[in-house]
């Protein structure tokens, strides 16, 4: 049985049902959306200063606050500083800069917005990335005087690599330049220009001055006549709100806990988007657990809510008392996410120790955790040269950004950034420390479950052992070690190799030979690329299922185009099964020299049609697990390269073994 969920205090009021606070919603009501802001820019530029007097001029101070900044300001002998009203140490007001990352939230004229201060002092850079992450927006700020610094173009390519793309510009200081049109013109042209090659359009440059308060509320008409546009606060709710998920956006509601009330199991969590019915069937991923929406709870209201927008913290009720647990992600059947052991992404790294190849790092999305391992490094980018390495690479460096292929230990749910940006936003921990951030850059989604699983008369039947306990019972994971490659480059005797060696070390494996296959599953196939492409996917099924069950499936076939091993890649990573895709590589004249059965000659003399490499294509892997090089090594040492990779892949940790026969696991 699973855990009992854990009981409740009498006098527990939960997190998901906030006190009013200043008329901004009623009590036990449901938490108000806000946009989350972002602000960056330059050390000295004024963000401390501009966030002060967001605060100030829209009275969203606590009380006492700007009494206190005001005396403070005495005593250091000068006009009211809007920069310490965020600065809470005397130590930080000394040295001018801020340390941490400061989350605060204000109104104005009905909207809400959270305002994340982000450090721009080099050293700080990791304060600035965990706060841009948590963004829907930022205002990046440049002073008229200096213009774009190092650090103002850093940050704008750190807003473009965590998916940050709607962007303000504030141009601060115009004062100290006169309020002269010339130089804003000029500061607009360049970073429009420096922003724009990074893809992301400004929705505003506007000239202001923070410590003046001029275009941040109040509109300056003596000094700048010239400027027509809105004010930073106009500009801001112009568009607030809009950065969110429609409420059209897929139904991803995150698992922050389970609550027990009387006889009731209360699933508390985050609405990330779209929106949730009393009423609607929702399945929990990664377990797949169904049921329905029973009751939306609310604290103290009369009248029981019926629906619940995206962006709010939200408890739920459910029909069938399903296990669920924190990490689990919900969403409706007919647009479900990715639930993959996969990951494609964009990272930046922060922390001093490079990021190596086959490193562990805990990978946290929204209130998952799940140890990582970074497989492949497909492209890097030096964030303060903005130039991209030429060399191959085993390690991501400190302030580097790349292109990479994450490894989880068990299934993740997520979806592409750029289509739910909450569920594909993560950050890299090493040990306690936060060692760099991403967002998912590619993600391959399964059909709506509803179709997929159902035909007209058909439903999917779930089995009762999960794969961590058959995991746990067998000592190691299922998973399809997929070798392609011209036919004669070796395939068939390293997969016959592999499978004994796992064997002999208590490894549960099978060969799955394409000539095999064409014996029985295949025998009403021939050889037109229709017919090649059914023949992959009915291989690449098999293949799948078998390594559900626990096996290491070692599937030895040309499979000579790349968009069918893809398909089974992704099938295969929608499963929550690893693929390795290892590329045999034989030039066709050592395959031909190989070739026993005499199959190229005949191909060349025309008694074989459409045979790959002669009058079919071959498309190598561009960026495959392994690559073999069977015409220059031995097959002894290139055996030994795929059993340490298969190894690496398959093998559990003791505690993943001890853990393997949780809650998923039981019968």
Not at 291 to 307: F, K, M, V
């Amino acid at each position: 049985m699973p855990p009992a969920p854990r009981p409740v205090p009498q006098d527990y009021v939960p997190a998901f049902f906030p006190k009013r606070q200043g008329g901004a919603r009623a009590a036990g009501g449901p938490e108000e959306p806000r946009t989350s802001i972002v602000v960056v820019g330059h050390v000295d530029h004024g963000k401390s200063t501009l966030i002060g007097r967001l605060l100030a001029d829209t009275g969203s101070l606590p009380e006492g606050k700007l009494e206190a900044a005001e005396k403070a300001s005495r005593e250091e002998g000068m006009p009211l500083e809007y920069a310490f009203l965020l600065d809470s140490f005397l130590e930080e007001q000394a040295q001018n800069i801020t340390i941490d990352t400061t989350r605060i939230g204000f109104r104005h004229q009905g909207q809400s917005f959270e305002i994340i201060d982000a450090p721009g002092h080099r050293e700080f850079i990791k304060n600035m990335v965990t706060g841009a992450a948590a963004a829907e927006e930022a205002i990046l700020l440049i002073d008229a005087q200096e213009g774009l610094k190092e650090q103002t173009r850093r940050h704008g390519l750190l807003l473009s690599l965590l998916g940050v793309s709607r962007v303000i510009v504030a141009v601060n200081k115009m004062d100290l330049v006169e309020w002269r049109e010339d130089r804003f013109r000029a500061l607009e042209k360049e970073i429009r220009g420096y922003l724009g090659g990074l893809k992301i359009i400004p929705r505003q440059v506007i000239p202001i001055s923070a410590r003046e308060g001029a275009m941040v509320m109040r509109r300056e008409n003596r000094h700048l006549a010239w400027w027509s546009g809105p004010t930073l606060l106009e500009a801001l709710l112009s568009d607030a709100g809009k950065s969110r998920l429609s409420s059209d956006g897929p139904l991803r509601f995150s698992v922050q806990d389970v609550y027990r009330f009387d006889a009731r199991r209360v699933i508390a969590g985050k609405l990330e988007s779209g929106r949730i019915r009393v009423g609607d069937p929702v399945i929990f991923f990664p377990d797949r657990k169904a049921s329905r929406i029973q009751r939306i709870e609310s604290w103290g209201e009369d009248t029981p809510l019926n629906e619940v927008g995206p962006g709010q913290s939200v408890a739920v009720t459910l029909e069938e008392q399903i296990f669920v647990e924190r990490g689990h992600v919900a969403a409706l059947p007919d647009d479900p996410p990715v639930e993959s052991r996969e990951v494609r992404a964009r990272i930046f790294w922060l922390d001093t120790e490079p990021l190596r190849l086959q490193a562990p790092v805990t990978l946290r999305l929204g209130t998952q955790s799940v140890e990582a391992r970074l497989v492949a490094i497909d492209r890097v980018v030096d964030a303060e040269k903005l130039e991209a390495a030429k060399d191959t690479r085993e390690e991501v460096a400190r302030f580097e950004v790349a292109e990479v292929r994450l490894r989880c230990r068990r299934p993740l749910v997520y979806d592409s950034h750029d289509r739910v940006c909450a569920t594909g936003r993560f950050a890299l921990q090493r040990g306690s420390r936060i060692g760099g951030g991403g967002i998912i850059t590619f993600a391959e989604y399964p059909a709506s479950l509803a179709k997929a699983v159902r035909g007209e008369h058909l439903t999917w039947t779930e089995g009762r052992v999960s794969q961590e306990a058959r995991a746990g019972h067998f000592g190691h994971e299922g998973a399809v070690i997929w070798l392609t490659g011209l036919s004669g480059s070796g395939k068939s005797t390293l997969a016959v190799a592999l499978e004994s060696l796992l064997f002999r070390r208590g490894i549960g494996t099978m060969v799955l030979d394409g000539d095999n296959l064409r014996h029985g599953l295949c025998a009403d196939l021939g050889f037109s690329l229709e017919d090649r492409a059914e023949n992959i996917r009915r291989a690449g099924e098999v293949a799948k299922l078998m390594a559900e069950s626990g096996l290491v499936v070692i599937s030895s076939l040309i499979s000579p185009l790349k968009k069918e091993r893809e398909s089974v890649r992704a099938s295969c990573h929608a499963a929550g099964i690893s693929f390795s895709e290892i590329f045999i590589n034989a030039s066709i004249a050592e395959c031909e020299r190989r070739d026993p059965r005499g199959l190229y000659q005949k191909a060349r003399k025309g008694e074989i049609k459409g045979f790959t490499g002669i009058d079919s294509p071959y498309e190598i892997p561009e960026l495959p697990d392994l690559i073999l090089e069977t015409g220059k090594e031995k097959v002894a040492e290139s055996v030994e390269r795929l059993l340490t990779h298969v190894l690496n892949l398959v093998r559990l940790k003791e505690e993943d073994r001890e853990g393997a026969a949780g809650p998923g696991g039981q019968i």
